[in-house]
């Protein structure tokens, strides 16, 4: 699925499907982003990153994306197994950039969907 993945096609379907794709998929998808910026990351962790982030973009998923409240399970699924296989290179700063993104696109966070999300990768 890395093949898929392109910083442009990335940020365009977040900011499509932000606000369908809720809170916890956004910034699992965000968190992802900021770690392969990252110029201390290995190449072998961006593969792994743009291979997930590639699958969240790829139209033809498990489950399609337009469906309500299922639609981005396969998705998140995905983004939480990269980020739990990678979580150590999940730095105070990544989480304070996706943070930062993430209020630009939603008004309001429940802080609780934020740390499941945690809970599941660390």
């Known amino acids: 699925m890395k093949e898929y993945y392109s910083e442009r096609s990335f940020r365009e379907k977040l900011q499509q499907m932000a606000r369908t794709a809720g809170v916890r998929v956004v910034y699992s998808a965000l968190l992802l982003y900021f770690i392969m910026k990252d110029e201390h990351v290995s190449v072998r962790t961006k593969v792994l990153i743009a291979a997930a982030l590639g699958y969240f973009i790829f139209p033809a998923d498990a489950i399609p994306d337009l469906f309500p409240l299922m639609g981005f399970t396969d ?6 197994f990269a980020l739990s296989q990678i979580r150590n290179n999940l730095t105070p700063e990544i989480r304070e950039k996706a943070g930062t993104q993430l209020l630009n696109w939603f008004s309001k966070i429940d802080e609780s969907e934020i740390e499941k999300l945690h809970s599941k990768i660390l």
Request: proline share 0%.
């Open 75 to 80: 998705d998140l699924g995905v983004l939480i």
